[in-house]
């Protein structure tokens, strides 16, 4: 290192999100520093970050030398490359101080928790939109001097404080503070919540220090498992859970159904390398769509005892306490009508075109765990008896025996039972054979389009018959002859349905490759008087 | 009120001799009454909002001392409060968010700094300027220039910033003119200390009365001809008395070595000075202390410049770097032509080497300062490896996390509602406002084609809904119209016989701000009679108002009805009714009533009395993970979580413990048709034995029905 390096306080930065009492923090800090003779300065930029944007504190000591009169200069903001600690209550903004350069490996201990707050764009995503939060825990051990990772939500909850005591915990943990445990908690005080606070603070520091060293509690942070390593393993259960919930919505006999579209599907042969990249995801998809959800579905997954003892558990509910379950339901006259026996339902299919009904009923509170409301739902739930006879339940399985004969359609291009994908089947040009494969690892992914209840259903229903009716019914036109620019239109069109859950990038996609849109829906004619300015 | 400042305003009273330990905008407050203020005025608004609010609350004190605080409803009357210190000498301070806050002021100011003062007369404005700022990007510097007002920029720490305030009074008297402080962002929110004096109570105040008014002086009007003698007054006299008590008074500062003809020199703006050292201590340009090895002048005042302070130090140097944030580059310019009219010859640089807009951080000013001394050490190839690694492993960007509706925040539910009519209608054009609603400009719902300004969304319609098949709604805080709407966007209208729709969100506070009081906010007897309730339904003063002035369509809505709010936004849009349509959208601030409620439920449970509390569930079992619930609401207590169904791998919507059961979930998965998965729960405390027997035996019956 360069003799001419100057000497500077040191630096802190905490990163957090409005209202997580990352200001109480940095007064923690401020004060605990000052009652142990250090110099020093904090700053924020709060702003409106206040409610629940992403904020961060700044703050810089330095030990008060005897004789000193006056502080050293302190900055004001963080200085990439310059901070000795940064301390993280969200994953995510972890990652964003990772990405402005902040931790680097010869200076910055980093302390992050492992919790993560969805931001708006993560969670609206039509599937999953969530950051990869391994990817920044990765970037986080590769750039800082020192990382140490812990679940700060889940302790703070368990210790019923708030997240600014178990970040105090964590940075006297990890040594870096320059005074010692008592002092934080004399700064920490006797108020109201300084008990809960204490707690928190010890919870987090002796977890750290118990963890030795600098790595620690990183064990912590690996993700939950939920597939087996083993593919064919992994395959079995789902197939072995599918046959469970399909008896459980239906019957033993519609199970049986369900292993018989596999077995057709992949001639008995999943068991190679090659089949088993797709299967279980195959098994999955078909599982979830055979469960299709109707009225009787949701009646009756909503008026198990099971359900109850979980409401009561995660809202917290005492032993003493009394629960009120109320549900928000508005079945539409389809829903309704989806569910009925075929005739009946064509019948006041009818009837609500005729008479021109609205399309859903009057809003409904029941309450679920009240008498009245636990029998209707009970009720509804015996429409199962008869969905096998019902509008739904046919449309629903055509569209299943369409879906599966295009991908055998496919599958069977891309292999002939043998084990390996090299083994091309006789007749089918070779370059075809990966592109087959390309096709149905997207085919597998269409089914996602078709969930949610109501307008969100109808939406997604349309984007799949689109789908069905334009490129996929182009790919089928000759599936020997695989364009790479038709697949790549497939796949822009899948990818532009399920990330737009209007279509309108689906018909932006469509459009480019020359297919007409649709026609405009009829809306009501929307009339707003002009008024003259001339009387 | 947000945040109680009780423990502020006990070190508004240190006397001399004690440690003031706090925020740098509270310092300014501690020195304003040091320096004997008869009153202080201003417009809450980041970063200056606590210089007002630990006031406000401070008042029976300020009493005490004779000083009096008033809470202006916009910058413009701040402003025009400073009038008393043209005819008096009496000593007054405003304050306000800039530059959004100047331009308000800008008409007083214009009025005030023409004919001057006689008592001290400051303004402090937060310069919201880079990282953090909410507005618009612009210099308060222009309007000192065009005004002429003195501005200064002090060092950024606690005792320089109270001894700016300090001589800031003595420099308006010294010059008759106005003088306005500017504080960045950090810099009001720093934390230090300083030592303090004792408060000064000013000479005429509430408490010291003065028997009879000033004499009329037509001279001191800003009217012609008047006018025409204090544009002179303003550069024959105001200008030099100005300069020569910045040099008297040695308010700009030399740092480190004396100049050298071989070593090159700075001159920076006296609140980047820290930066700037920082930046110098990166390169081994400046010890551990801080002592600069490079002569820098040290700008606390940087309008006026003193042209002879600024050329002599030009001239004994070998280059200089000028040190400027922001555009246009008005010092670099001025300190141009008086090198040049000099005829000095030092090379000078500023924005050739330092970006033109931009906060002026110290990796910024590192590489400016690296092309003045070529051989200075560099210590940014460590960050740019690791910006490149954490580039690489990050793969794509971190998504933002701009603020968002508070939990429970009942503004949330007329936006979700819009949503709905939306998609009834059509797109329609939607004029933005400031205040907490400017939120929904971002996801989920990203409404708004124009933000003009605090107060402006009506007006800002004006011209649209003449060429638009449907009407324009222009959305509007109570603070924005209370602040300007209600002139420039109501009455406006009323004249035009304009024909838009205008939601007033009737909330009862500023609360962006911190919740401070406006003339519409509800009393505090109805805050308590209201509990947990909205307490904004039974105050009309909005109501009333809009009546009076002649609205004849006007309905006032409560917020979390959605399907209410839904169809009275549509009948808005197709009503045949020819003049302005308003909809107050009501619903308290949620901050307000949680702070109300939390201590009221506490007190009710130790108490044992029964108590409900509510909340908000999805069912994992029904919930398809598709998250429309989530892309028309946004609340932040509505999230997702991996699902405990492992057929399903793609995260179920999920309400986390955060819920304060505003209903919002409920009556949206109503309105929208939208999903059978969400539940309300209410947990009942401390049930009678009745209660408690009779939920026994439902619940025993029940399980007869129930499947496990």
Known sequence: MDARVIARPYAVVIAALGGEGGGVLAGWLVEAARRSNHWVQATSVPGVAQRTGATSYYIEWARREDGQASAPLFALSPTVGQVDVLISSELLETGRLLERGMVTPSTTTLISSISRAYTVVEKMAMGDGRVDGEKIQRAGRALAKHSTWLDMNALAAEHGTVVSAIMFGALAGCGVLPWSIAVCHEVIGSGRHAKASIAGFNAACQMIAASSGS??????????????????????????????????????????????RLRDLFNGDVDSKFALSLAPEVARRLALWMAYEDVARVADLKSRASRFAAIRREAG????????????????????????????????????????????????????????????????????????????????????????????TFWSLSTRGSSEISAVPSGVPPQVAPLAVQVCQELVRMPQLRKGYSDTHARGLSNYQRLRTTLLARLLEDPQAIEPAALAAFRAALDAALSDPEGRALEK??????????????????????????? | MERSFAREIESLKLGAGETFYGEGILAVTKALLQSGVTYVGGYQGSPVSHLLDVMVQARPYLDELGVHVEACTNESSAAAMLAASVMYPVRGAVTWKSIVGTNVAA??????????????????????????????????????????????????????????????????????????IELRIRTCHVQGSFEAKSNRAPAISSRALQDEPAAFAYERLAHPPATYRHEKLKYEQRLPQARQFVLDHALNEFMGPKPVRTRPGIVVQGGLYNSLIRAMQLLGLADSQGEPQLSVLVLNVVY???????????????????????????????????????????????????????????????????????????????????QEIAAEMLGELIPARPPNFCTGCPERPVFSALKLVEKEVGRVHISADIGCHSFATFAPFSFGNSILGYGMSLASSAGVKNFSARRPIAIMGDGGFWHNGLLSGVTSSLLNRGDGVLIVMKNGYTSATGTQELVSSPLEDVKVKAQGNSATGSELTIENTLRGMGVGWMKTVHNYRVSEVQATIKEALSTDY??????????????????????????????????????????????????????LSGCPSLTVKPSIDPLKTEPVAHVNNDCVGCGLCGEVAHAAALCPSFHEIRVVSNAGAFERFVARIRHWILLRWMPA
């Open chain 2, 107 to 180: 008409d007083a100011l214009s009025n005030l700094a023409s004919p001057g003062v006689m008592g001290g007369a400051v303004i402090v404005v937060g310069e919201d300027y880079g990282e953090g700022a909410s507005v618009i990007q612009e210099r308060t510097h222009a309007f000192a220039m065009k005004c002429s007002v003195w501005l200064l920029d002090p060092r950024p720490n606690l005792p320089s910033i109270v001894s700016s305030v300090e001589k800031a009074f003595e420099l308006s008297e010294a010059s008759n003119t106005p003088v306005m």
């Open chain 1, 215 to 260: 790595q620690i509690a990183g064990a912590l942070a690996s993700p939950v498992q939920v597939s087996s390593p083993d593919p064919l393993l992994n395959y079995y259960k789902i197939v072995q859970l599918g046959r469970e919930r399909l008896t459980d919505y239906q019957d033993a006999q519609y199970a049986e159904l369900y292993e018989r």
């Open chain 2, 304 to 386: 006026p410049l003193v042209p002879e302070q600024l050329i002599e130090f030009c001239e004994a140097c070998s280059d200089v770097l000028l040190v400027e944030e922001g555009q246009p580059d008005f010092i670099e310019q001025e300190l141009a032509t008086h090198l040049r009219r000099a005829g000095v010859p030092t090379p000078l640089h500023g924005k050739d080497w330092l970006p033109m807009g931009g906060e002026l951080t110290s990796e910024v000013l590192a590489s400016a300062l690296q092309r003045l001394i070529p051989d200075s050490i560099s210590s940014m190839a460590e960050v740019l490896k690791a």
């Open chain 1, 509 to 535: 996609v469509l459009g480019g490759e020359g297919i007409a849109p649709l026609p405009a829906k009829g809306k009501p004619i929307f009339w707003a008087k002009r008024v003259s300015r001339h009387t």
């Open chain 2, 578 to 631: 020819p003049g302005l349509k308003v909809i107050v959208a009501e619903g308290e601030c949620q901050l307000e009533r949680q702070r109300r409620i939390k201590p009221l439920l506490a007190a009710q449970r130790a108490k044992g009395e029964r108590v409900v509390r509510t909340r908000y569930g999805v069912d994992d079992a029904t919930c398809t993970g598709d998250h429309s619930c989530i892309r």
């Open chain 1, 317 to 408: 509910a005492g032993e003493r306490d009394l629960i009120e379950v109320r549900e928000f339901l508005k079945p539409g006259v389809e829903e309704i009508a989806s569910v009925l026996p075929a005739s009946l339902g064509r019948w006041l299919m009818n009837q609500k075109d005729k008479r021109q009904w609205p399309a859903t009923g009057p809003a409904q509170r029941l309450q679920s765990n009240g008498l009245p409301g636990l029998l209707l739902l009970r009720a509804l739930a015996q429409a199962r008896r008869w969905r096998r006879s019902s509008l739904r339940f046919a449309a629903e399985q055509a569209a299943i025996e369409d879906w599966l004969v295009c991908f055998k």
